[in-house]
């Protein structure tokens, strides 16, 4: 301390990372009363045993302490990892000095276990934010889902990860009306269509007031065979009328997406910002000239990311349509697929999304021949300004 007062009095926002178990008290003498955010990054956890219970003690004297030292504080997050993680994981979460801070509003935990009491806790605390991510929090053994939970009444943002049989476990009993971002990060299925109970769960649950779905699926092994298609395993989904935002993350897995399948993914979101569709493409492709289905139904899209295309047939010019969408960015395959006439696709490109960003889609590299598409955009995109200041 400094002269009894705070290292560094004007403080908001810290990370702490964790040295030795004897290191986490000494933050108590650095953060001040007006601390509004802290990051306690407790690290890998010992497999001694006396080591752990140092370890423990000193947790629970810093969790005790940030009452009294920092009541103001508004974002806490607690990490750590380790092979003890499941044994010493129920007792790193203190209720009791957690639930003190009156202020906390956004709590992010990663690495500790949850039990029915502690999931009571955060249902009712008041929380606007909660962030629990893999291997983060993982139902105690013996976790039942024998009644529903009724609080959880402010939450707005949730973020969680585990596998699929804690997390439609977790949301059978839970029902925040007001949660408005989703973000789920899914291990444990042997194939991507296991996931349908979970989904139709979320779609009978949350559509009055979802507004943004993030959703990461990861199955055990590579699935290179096409499973189902976007519209079969997304269905329950496509009813969430309200989502501005809409990300579907399958790694290494094929998934159909047939021309067929495009309007009604674009006519399910008519208030969407962005849509972000990221998997294997399956064995055939959907046509460029089905972009226009989003173009006519998402009329705020900015944002639109899809995985690969056939680009070797293009409509002819008679049949481009001039839209003027506000699109200011677009992935198709990661822009890094074979395009063999990449003048004729710019072409294409400009007269559906005249407004896309050459910068912003050319952010995350980008192959070749879509070096050209975008060359050739910026030459319209150029020539049009040009004109508009010359008849100006």
Known sequence: MNNNHPLLPALKKITWLRETPAS?????????????????????????????????????????????????????????????????GPKLLHIGPISELRRLRRLDLFGTIMDLEFLHFLSVHGFHALTI????????SGFTATKTLN??????????????????????????????NLSIRMVGLAKVTDSAQFLSILGQKLA?????????????AVNAEAQS??????????????????????????????????????????????IALNFWHGPVMPSVHSLIHFALHCPQLKVLELPHFNLNTLPGREEY????HGLTRLTLGHNKCNVPRPKDLAEFLDCLFPELS?????????????????????????????????VG
Not at 24 to 32: A, E, F, Q, R
Request: glycine share 6%; net charge neutral.
């Open 208 to 220: 009055p007031s979802l507004h943004r779905i993030f959703l990461l699926i990861t199955p055990f």
């Open 229 to 274: 298609s976007v519209v079969e395993i997304c269905r329950p989904l496509l009813g969430l009328r309200n989502l501005v935002s809409f990300e579907f993350i399958v790694p290494q897995t094929r998934i159909a997406f047939p021309d067929y399948e495009l309007p009604d993914v674009a006519k399910a979101w008519p208030n969407a910002t962005k």
């Open 151 to 180: 609080g959880f009444q402010t939450l707005n943002s949730l973020s969680l990860g585990g596998d699929l049989q804690q997390l439609t476990q977790l949301f059978t009993i839970i029902s925040p009306p007001l949660l408005s």
């Open 24 to 88: 986490i008290p000494g933050l108590l003498l650095i953060i001040p009363r007006s601390l509004r955010g802290l990051h306690v990054d407790l690290g890998k956890l010992s497999s001694n045993a006396k080591d752990q219970e140092s370890f423990l003690s000193a947790v629970r004297e810093l969790l005790n302490g940030l009452f009294t030292d920092a009541p103001l504080i508004e974002k806490l997050a607690i990490s750590c990892s380790g092979p003890e993680l499941l044994y010493l």
């Open 321 to 324: 349509p001039v839209l003027s």
């Open 133 to 140: 991510h893999p291997p983060a929090i993982t139902l105690a």
């Open 358 to 390: 050459i910068p912003a889609c050319r952010a995350n590299g980008i192959g070749a021949d879509w070096e050209l598409v975008f060359d050739s955009l910026a030459t319209y995109q150029f020539a049009r300004k040009y004109e508009m200041v010359r």
